[in-house]
Structure formats: C-alpha cells, structure tokens
C-alpha cells in the first residue's frame, strides 16, 4: 500500500492551502482516512479523519471550522482544504489509511492507521 501526499507549501497567514493524498495497493474505499501533522520540536497531532463511506468526520479542535477532510473513492485520494491558514499550522502533513475496513466511527488515535504517506511541509508566515 502506497500513500503519496501532495500540496503543500509556503502561504501566508490567512491563506489557503489543498493537501492531496493520493493511494494504491488496496480498496480505498473500504478505509477510513486520517491526517496528521508534526511541527518542529513537538510530537505528532492528529487533524482530521474521515470514514470510508465519508459518512463521518472528525478534527483537531483548533482547525475546526478552517479545514475540510473529504474524499474522491473514484480517485482513491483523500482531501484536506484547509482555509485561513495560521503560523502555528506550519508542519509537515502526514496522510494514514486506517487498518481497519468499514468501521464507520473514525478514530483520531494514530496507532489504528496501519499505512502512512511520506508528508507535505506547510508552512504559513506571518
């Protein structure tokens, strides 16, 4: 299973940003999807998930009502729009397929996606 980010890059604060992630290797559309991002110097923070049917979401408090998770199973990729972008959004954005298929209720909890992509580096200046 191959999971390849794309989209990021350097933004202003207030701007907007669509990260990609683009899968192979298995169903996509049996699993549900995350993503996750690492700042400099701290650990790992989940984002936002979303089921495999895109019947359920969930986000990070602070990107809530900023960013959006969706998913193209046609196109067997996984979205994250992500709108009035501030500094302390810089990271690298990681995207992690769950392990399990069909499981309706999402997960924010990084040891249930069992495949992970390389990251995107988002940065936003002030």
């Known amino acids: 299973v191959q999971l390849q980010a794309s989209g990021g890059g350097l933004v202003q604060a207030g701007g907007s940003l669509r990260l990609s992630c683009a899968t192979s290797g298995r169903t996509f559309s049996n699993y549900a999807m995350g993503w996750f991002r690492q700042a400099p110097g701290k650990e790992r923070e989940f984002v936002a998930a979303?089921?495999?049917?895109?019947?359920?979401?969930a986000y990070l408090d602070s990107v809530k009502g900023r960013f959006t998770i969706s998913r193209a199973n046609a196109k067997n990729t996984v979205y994250l729009q992500m709108n009035s972008l501030k500094p302390e959004d810089t990271a690298v954005y990681y995207c992690?397929?769950?392990?399990?298929?069909?499981?309706?209720?999402?997960?924010?909890?990084?040891?249930?996606?069992?495949?992970w992509g390389r990251g995107t580096l988002v940065t936003v200046s002030s």
């Open positions: 992690a397929a769950d392990r399990t298929p069909l499981v309706v209720a999402v997960t924010p909890r990084s040891e249930k996606y069992d495949y």
């Open positions: 979303i089921s495999w049917n895109g019947g359920s979401s």
